[in-house]
């Protein structure tokens, strides 16, 4: 299930960071931002609890997130993303997940470092770019097997094909500001970002 979020405030933001000029600073703020939106919208697929509550005045009727949630950030890119995503859940766990893109389109898993058990939480994935689908499908092979609750797969930018790989895996909720984005010859999301890593960290010379 693919979950499109939009609002004036998204767009203004990542019309910014879509642009060559945007400082590194100010991408990060655009990600971040949009990241609020998005995990926003998250929380609507987050169990919830009702509640009675006491105010200063007298009694009233609430709800509270109740799950167990473990964020999972895909290094250097979606660590932009996980501010918001902590201050939104912030009894999050957090896990971090580096992946290696090769010339082939193969990934390979550099580093991780996830909670062993995850039969009681849900996974957010944190990810800018959804591409080819490759990486998430890398981080998809780690996570599975510690057996989830459920998985969410949260980026700015989609790209079909990406898409499309990850439900003939299986069924998974992705949330996205964009799900029509194209691949250019060299397999990055167009007309995009450029290199989101890049773009909100420097280039590594």
């Keep these: 299930m693919v979950i499109k979020v939009s609002n ?3 767009e203004h933001n990542l019309s910014q960071f879509r642009d060559k000029n945007t400082s590194s600073y100010i991408a990060r703020k655009n990600v971040e931002n949009i990241s609020y939106s998005l995990a926003s919208r ?3 697929l987050i169990e919830t609890s009702h509640v009675d509550i ?4 007298g009694n009233a009727k609430g709800i509270l997130l109740n799950e167990k949630i473990e964020l999972v950030p895909i290094i250097r890119a979606g660590l932009a993303m996980l501010g918001a995503f902590t201050e939104s859940f ?3 766990h957090i896990g971090l997940v580096a992946c290696e893109r090769h010339h082939d389109l193969s990934v390979g898993l ?3 470092k996830v909670s062993r058990t995850l039969n009681e939480r849900t996974v957010i994935i944190l990810d800018p770019m959804l591409a080819t689908g490759n990486t998430i499908d890398t981080v998809l092979d780690l996570i599975e097997p510690r057996q989830p609750k459920k998985i969410i797969i949260v980026s700015i930018l989609a790209v079909p094909r990406g898409i499309e790989k990850l439900r003939e895996r299986g069924d998974y909720t992705i949330v ?3 799900d029509n984005e194209k691949l250019d010859e060299n397999n990055y999301v167009y007309p995009g970002v450029g290199d989101s890593g890049d773009r909100l960290y420097g280039k590594v010379e």
């Design 176 to 178: 996205t500001v964009r």
């Design 42 to 44: 998250v929380s609507d």
């Design 8 to 10: 004036s405030m998204i």
């Design 110 to 112: 550099l580093y991780e």
């Design 54 to 57: 006491k105010t200063p005045l």
């Design 90 to 92: 912030p009894d999050s």
